[in-house]
Each structure stands twice: as C-alpha cells, then as structure tokens.
Nanobody
C-alpha cells in the first residue's frame, strides 16, 4: 500500500483546509485510514480515522466538531476537512493505513504502532 498526502499550506487562523490521502497498490476494503499530525518538538498525535467501506469514523477531541473525514472510494482517496483552523493546528499531517478490526475501533486507532503504512506528510501552517 502506498499513501500520498497532499493539500497542506499556509492558512490564516479561522480558515479551512482540505487534506487528501491518495492510496494505491492494493485493495483497501480491509483497511482503516487515519490522520495524524506532528508539531515541532511534539509527539505525533492522532487526529481522525475512517473505515474504508463501513462508514465508521473517529476524531480527536482537539478537532471534533470542526473537522470531517470522508472518502471517495472511486478515487481511492480519503479527505480530512478542517474548519476554524488555529495556530495550534500547525503541524505536519500524515495519513496512515491499519487493518480495520474490532480492536482497532475499540480505541486502538489512536496508536501509531498499529498502522502498517504511512504517507510522507504534508505541512499545515496556521498564522495568527
């Protein structure tokens, strides 16, 4: 599985951004796609996740209510749309793929070690 993240950029606080994660190389119905982010000097943290075909999704508290994760199966692409961007959202955003199991959805979706495949990251910078 190859993942390609894109859509980052420089945005003013309060603005919106849509990140894309294009997947290729294998059928994806067994995989969930997660978004993580890593700010300078901080650990990589979970942002959101979606199942590839089942319509399940999870969000970190930091983005809940102002972000939407969605997918276009025909394009093998997962999107993360974030509104109301804040300077604290500044980070490199990564997408990753993990097997979509019951354990995963019970809470393990937050664990980076569960993800087998990672994209290269896309920089999001929010100016105040």
């Amino acid at each position: 599985v190859q993942l390609q993240a894109s859509g980052g950029g420089l945005v003013q606080a309060g603005g919106s951004l849509r990140l894309s994660c294009a997947a290729s190389g294998r059928t994806f119905s067994r995989y969930a796609i997660g978004w993580f982010r890593q700010a300078p000097g901080k650990d990589r943290e979970f942002v959101a996740a979606t199942s590839w075909g089942g319509g399940r999704s999870k969000y970190a508290d930091s983005v809940k209510g102002r972000s939407t994760i969605s997918r276009d199966n025909a394009k093998n692409t997962v999107y993360l749309h974030v509104d109301g961007l804040k300077p604290d959202d500044t980070a490199v955003y990564y997408c990753a793929a993990a097997l979509s199991t019951s354990d995963y959805w019970s809470g393990y979706y937050r664990q980076r070690s569960l993800y087998d495949f990672w994209g290269q990251g896309t920089q999001v910078t929010v100016s105040s």
